[in-house]
């Protein structure tokens, strides 16, 4: 038997127009902060993730309007490295004699990005908590 509380996904079109919206106002805003401050480019894909956050956490947006696209997006994602892959392959020269420094770089920057993520998520966690005892 169905449950009656589910929420139907919103329509696939819906979901590309959310998305597209979202991505449309992330490039004016990284258009305008590059033009403001060209010392500090933000890429239009950050300013994406973060203002489709903000929709969500505010309630503007639902899960259910963009949680099917996104679940789809997310299986392509090996597909959409590809090409990243293919023109590392160029490279193979600098890999030669950079190698090791590329190795350690991104070991270091992984390991700073875990930690980051997982303060980060910590912090959220508590002030959720702290928001959700006093209401």
Known sequence: MENNHEKKAAPIL????IF???LLVANILST???LIWSEFPVPTPLIGLILLFMALVSGLVKLEQVESLSTNL????GLLFVPSGISLA???DLFKQEGIKIIVVVIISTVVLLLS???TSQLVAKISDKLHHKS
């Open 14 to 17: 819906t979901q590309f127009l």
């Open 74 to 77: 997310i299986g392509l994602i």
């Open 117 to 119: 993520i997982a303060y």
């Open 90 to 92: 160029s490279s193979l």
């Open 20 to 22: 597209s919206t979202i």
């Open 32 to 34: 305008g902060i590059s």
